[in-house]
C-alpha cells in the first residue's frame, strides 16, 4: 500500500534547526512533486514549499522563505525539509504530501492525493 511517512519532528528553541523526512513506500511516488504542509491549532492548514519531480524546482510560502530548505534524494525516493532559524510559530504539525502535478498549482493542498499523517514541530521561545 502505498503511503508516506513523516520523521525527524520534535522540540526546538527558538533559533535551532530540525529536519524533516518523508519517505515514500511505494515506487509510484517517484514521478510525483512533494509538498509541506503545516497546521497550527486553531489554524487552517498552511503552504509550506514544495519540490518538483520532473526538474527539483522548489518554491517556499512567504512565512518560511529564506529559513527553510526542500531537497529530494532520488536515489531513497525521500524529501527533507531543512528548517533554520526556527520561530515559535513555526510549531504545528507538518504534513508530507504526494501530487502529479507540476507549478504553482502544488501550493494548494487540494493539488495533492496522497498525505502523511504528520510529525509534531514545537518551538519555544
Known amino acids: 500500500q502505498a503511503r508516506l511517512e513523516e520523521s525527524g519532528g520534535g522540540a526546538a528553541q527558538s533559533g535551532d534547526s530540525l529536519r524533516l523526512a518523508c519517505a515514500a513506500s511505494a515506487q509510484n511516488f517517484i514521478n510525483r512533486s512533494r509538498g509541506w504542509f503545516r497546521q497550527a491549532p486553531g489554524k487552517e492548514r498552511e503552504f509550506v514549499a514544495y519540490?518538483?519531480?520532473?526538474?527539483?524546482?522548489?518554491y517556499y510560502g512567504d512565512s518560511v522563505k529564506g529559513r527553510f530548505t526542500v531537497s529530494r534524494d532520488s536515489a531513497t525516493n525521500t524529501v527533507y525539509l531543512q528548517m533554520d532559524s526556527l520561530r515559535p510559530e513555526d510549531t504545528g504539525v507538518y504534513y508530507c504530501?504526494?501530487?502529479?502535478?507540476?507549478?504553482?498549482?502544488?501550493?494548494?493542498?487540494?493539488?495533492?492525493?496522497?498525505w502523511g499523517h504528520g510529525a509534531q514541530v514545537t518551538v519555544s521561545s
Open positions: 519540490i518538483q519531480w520532473s526538474d527539483d524546482t522548489a
Open positions: 504530501a504526494a501530487s502529479p502535478n507540476l507549478g504553482r498549482s502544488l501550493s494548494r493542498a487540494n493539488s495533492y492525493d496522497y
